[in-house]
């Protein structure tokens, strides 16, 4: 296949025409979506006429207390198309274009507004998505200079290619859904096209061509197309989310890439806004499943970021959620408890998918977290007196003890899996271990643990006196490693 062109000027495109888009529409789904999605309080416009009461309490929803105020906000969006009132729908996006509307927490109106556009309600069946494109086409027709029309109609072909595939796996997708896939998403970039002439501008315009991109663009096609994306509206973070998705090894980016670009990005904005970038973007990338152990993401540059939305635009129950969904992904109970107790009732379906997993993760979170807790304290407190001379000289008396309660214990394992594991061993002044922590996988830290319990409960003299009272010492042992190199 020829090298792709992709040159773009405004909102001008010239793109690839072959595409198989064996994947394209699914992580479209997620970035119309309002899951995980972060938000900022901004005052709020007046709803425009011609509204009913349900339709208006709908679009005012406030999402500093209401977890459901994002999502009642697009199924109002979405009732008013199904109502016809493409006037107030109009109305509705301007004001959010022009005012760079947001919610509490910093997500943007507009693509709340897309969200209730770009499909019918769940589980919609054929017949729902019939009416639903027709809606669109008459809009459309009695709008032909519409740029949201365009838009929403757009969007909606990539969501309908995306029913016609399905969510399996590549080899599950019958010919005629790929076939549907392939048309409906030529269809999509065919309307874009189109609404790159109209006089008005919209940010969303290249959050749905970058999902457009996902097809067989070339990676140097989606960076430019990204590049000019930010170039028009910097602070639409959405583009960052998509560009971050698109480079990922499945679409065919390289190893590490994902994480090096929201580093350098996050580093290029700099500062809190810099990480609250960070923050957005990581929880789009975090799900929450085995694949989340494959990205090297930071997991001090999210809380940081977390603190910095905090800080700036003020608490928020979607992004409490989302910061528990990702410490539960990185083992930090600690940090997942707070969360679930700020959250209570407050839970986002869209970010824990269910009830049962929402509540099994704060059980964990409640019972892990006091103990994690500890074992952080103790780390600190055994990494700082390891950097101070009288701790290194601690340390060569330590290693020729240890070292004596290691070797039965492997020689008992000889030929067996040692595993991993992490001891954190309080010593008292008179050289008694008066406290144990840690955790692992291993044989030999059973074995090992035998003998420290045994010093540890008779209140036996077990090494010698420390550089002072409650001193913590770390032991790590990794497989393969020999045991003169356990000791940090």
């Given amino acids: 296949m020829r090298p792709t062109q992709l040159i773009i000027s405004a909102f001008s495109i010239a793109s690839p025409s072959h595409r198989s888009l064996h994947f394209i529409p699914v992580f479209f789904c997620l970035l119309i979506a309002t899951c995980g999605c972060s938000r900022a309080q901004i005052a709020r416009p007046t709803a425009p006429d011609a509204l009913t009461d349900t339709e208006t309490a ?9 977890i459901h105020a994002v999502t009642n906000y697009s199924r109002t969006v979405s009732d008013l198309l199904k109502a016809e009132k493409f006037e107030q729908i109009e109305r509705l996006a301007d004001s959010a274009r022009s005012h760079k509307e947001t919610f509490a927490g910093g997500m943007w109106k507009l693509h709340a507004l897309y969200a209730g556009l770009a499909q019918p309600p769940l589980h919609a069946t054929e017949e729902d998505w019939a009416e639903h494109m027709e809606l669109l086409q008459r809009w459309n027709s009695a709008r032909p200079d519409s740029i949201t029309a365009h838009i929403a109609q757009a969007e909606s072909y990539l969501n309908y290619g995306a029913e016609a595939r399905g969510t399996g796996f590549a080899d599950t997708v019958s010919q005629s859904g790929w076939k549907l896939l ?43 197309l990204f590049e000019q994306a930010i170039k028009f509206e910097p602070s639409y973070y959405y583009y960052y989310r998509a560009y971050a998705y698109s ?46 152990q494959d990205l090297k993401l930071s997991w001090l540059r999210i809380q940081k970021g977390f603190a910095a939305i905090e800080k700036q635009n003020g608490p928020s129950p979607e992004n409490w959620n989302l910061l528990a969904h990702m410490a539960v992904s990185f083992s930090d109970a600690s940090t997942a408890d707070q969360m679930f107790a700020k959250i209570g009732d407050q839970w986002s379906e869209e970010i824990w998918q269910s009830r049962p997993y929402f509540d099994s993760s704060k059980q964990w979170a409640k019972q892990a977290g006091p103990f994690l807790a500890r074992k952080h304290a103790a780390e600190e407190f055994a990494d700082a007196n390891l950097h101070t001379p009288e701790g290194q000289r601690f340390k060569t008396a330590f290693d020729d003890r240890i070292h004596g309660w290691m070797q039965p214990c492997v020689d008992s394992l000889s030929g067996n899996d040692l595993g991993n594991f992490e001891l954190l061993i309080k010593v008292g002044k008179e050289g008694t271990i008066d406290d144990i922590t840690g955790g692992g996988n291993s044989p030999l830290m059973s074995c090992l643990g035998r003998t420290i319990s045994d010093y540890r409960v008779n209140k036996k003299v077990a090494l010698p006196p420390p550089p002072q009272a409650d001193y913590w010492f770390r032991l790590d042992f990794k497989q393969g490693d020999s045991i003169s190199a356990v000791l940090k």
Avoid at 200 to 220: C, F, I, S
């Fill in 58 to 66: 709908g679009l005012s929803g406030d999402a500093s207390i209401d």
């Fill in 182 to 224: 392939a048309e409906r998403t030529a269809k999509s970039e065919q309307i874009l096209d189109e609404a790159s002439r109209l006089s008005t501008k919209d940010p969303e315009w290249y959050a749905a061509m970058q999902t457009v991109a996902l097809g067989e663009w070339t990676q140097d096609a989606r960076r430019s």
């Fill in 247 to 292: 480079i990922l090894p499945k679409w065919g980016g390289e190893e590490g890439g994902t994480e090096k670009f929201l580093e350098t990005e996050a580093n290029r904005i700099g500062g809190d806004a810099g990480d609250i970038l960070y923050f957005r973007v990581a929880g789009t990338l975090v799900c929450g499943c085995p694949s989340d």
